[in-house]
């Protein structure tokens, strides 16, 4: 089945579920927040959505970094 993530096609198994795509690409639930289709997700909720073809995931990363003292 094909989705889009951060835009790009690409192919995953049918009847999967967010949690199982993030643990499939090794993503950490700690570093990630998921959109799909333009709507933040909880994150509790990963496991019971199940994907649909063409839907649009958006992976939005936590980073640290920065300047300690920065003004």
Known sequence: ???????????????????????????RLEVVTVELNDKIIEKGKYSEIVLKPEDRLEFVYYMGGGEENAK
């Open 1 to 27: 089945m094909q989705i889009f993530i951060n835009g790009k096609k690409e192919e995953i198994e049918d009847d999967m579920s967010i949690s199982k795509l993030l643990k499939a690409k090794k993503i």
